[in-house]
């Protein structure tokens, strides 16, 4: 017993102490105590359960914080480390510091508060669910915190928006192949393509496109579907509701007991819908026929997908058309000439800085992996 009081006395911290009573091992009465203690505070951050929380507590009391970036992938996405973390510093002196000793490439932005909320809630569209801060400053705050703990956004987890994770992917991939040849490069690069084949098949594209006979700038508050991009969409509206992820080729049935389809179209799951909304019965024109809008990059004609719609109106302007279609529906239209004689070259996938080109060489590698298990490259050190 006096070996237990002697440690009570010594390392709990005043702070952490409510009330101290003495209780009588007889009538349970209880009287008043008063302790002693030698221990003022105890370090949080010693602890990681605690850790989190006072990190966490730190950024939201920062007026400024310092995020990395990659200059080959520009200032709309921030830089992402190996574990697929955005990088954040509590210090500009350490942002200095990490960017001026690196040779990627690296600098970083300054965003003071309301800046930065905001730019951490288009993190929901760019897949980025964590970021580290302060890393390698020897900082007892160093954590990796939680996007959706720090600014949750109401009603969102990062597989309920479509696109989000294709986004996330193709963002790593474009870094990781700007970083170097080394082994390790090599292997997350190839495994992040293979990844990306596979969420292709699981997502729709959000599609530009015009009815023919219509100038290509025509207000319209319809987001078309085609029935391959309905299908998906409806598919993860399943998945969102029930936590269950379906790969490539798999289905979940989502009907009541009559057989009638208990789920539908949420335009809510496509960043950027706003005042979007589905066609009603009435709303379009019969023998109205969509037509693909292409990129043209100076020399060769692409179709073009994006993983949502502000990516779309970010290329496009903002009375741009859209449809949603699937990945192959749209790879379809690489077989030969379009119905006005046009030949794309390829798929260009969030045409950006950061975008995924598909030569029909690489379409046909998706296709022949969409049915395989997802794989993880490794370098020969395991």
Request: glycine share 8%.
């Amino acid at each position: 017993m006096r070996s237990f009081v002697d440690k009570l006395l010594a390392d709990r911290p005043k702070d952490r102490i409510l009330s101290a009573v003495c209780l009588h091992d007889l009538d349970r009465t209880r009287r008043p105590l008063s302790l002693e203690l030698s221990c003022e505070t105890m370090d949080d951050y010693a602890y990681p359960k605690f850790r989190t929380q006072r990190s966490l507590d730190y950024v939201r009391s920062l007026d400024h914080v310092y995020v990395l970036f990659m200059r080959a992938a520009g200032d709309a996405v921030p830089l992402l480390n190996g574990s697929g973390n955005a990088v954040v510093f509590s210090k500009k002196s350490d942002a200095e510091k990490t960017a001026a000793g690196d040779t990627c490439g690296l600098f970083f932005r300054e965003f003071d508060r309301a800046g930065f909320e905001a730019f951490v809630r288009q993190w929901y569209r760019f897949g980025i669910i964590r970021f580290v801060l302060d890393p390698k400053t020897g900082s007892a705050r160093t954590a990796v915190l939680q996007r959706d703990e720090l600014y949750p956004l109401s009603g969102t987890k990062r597989w309920e928006l479509s696109g989000s994770y294709l986004f996330y992917l193709i963002t790593r991939f474009r870094q990781s192949r700007s970083i170097g040849n080394s082994a390790e490069a090599r292997a997350l690069s190839l495994t992040l393509w293979n990844a990306i084949g596979h969420e292709l098949f699981r997502v729709p594209l959000v599609v530009p496109v015009s009815f023919d006979g219509e100038p290509d700038d025509a207000e319209d508050p319809i987001l078309h579907t085609t029935q391959g991009g309905a299908q998906l969409l409806t598919q993860l509206e399943i998945e969102r509701r029930t936590g269950t992820v379906c790969m490539p080729g798999e289905s979940m049935a989502a009907k009541n007991d009559r057989g009638e389809p208990t789920c539908f179209l949420e335009k809510d799951l496509i960043w950027g819908s706003r005042d979007l909304h589905f066609s009603q019965p009435g709303e379009t024109t019969p023998g109205k026929v969509l037509r693909l809008r292409l990129l043209n990059n100076g020399r060769d004609e692409y179709l073009c997908g994006f993983t949502d719609l502000d990516s779309l109106r970010a290329v496009f302007g903002s009375k741009v058309r859209a449809a949603l279609y699937s990945y192959e529906e749209l790879i379809s239209f690489l077989s030969g000439p379009l119905a006005d004689g046009r030949t794309p070259a390829g798929l260009v996938i969030n045409a950006s800085v950061n975008e995924l080109l598909l030569q029909p060489e690489d379409v046909e590698q998706t296709v022949k992996e969409k049915n395989e298990q997802p794989k993880v490259f490794r370098t020969d050190k395991g």
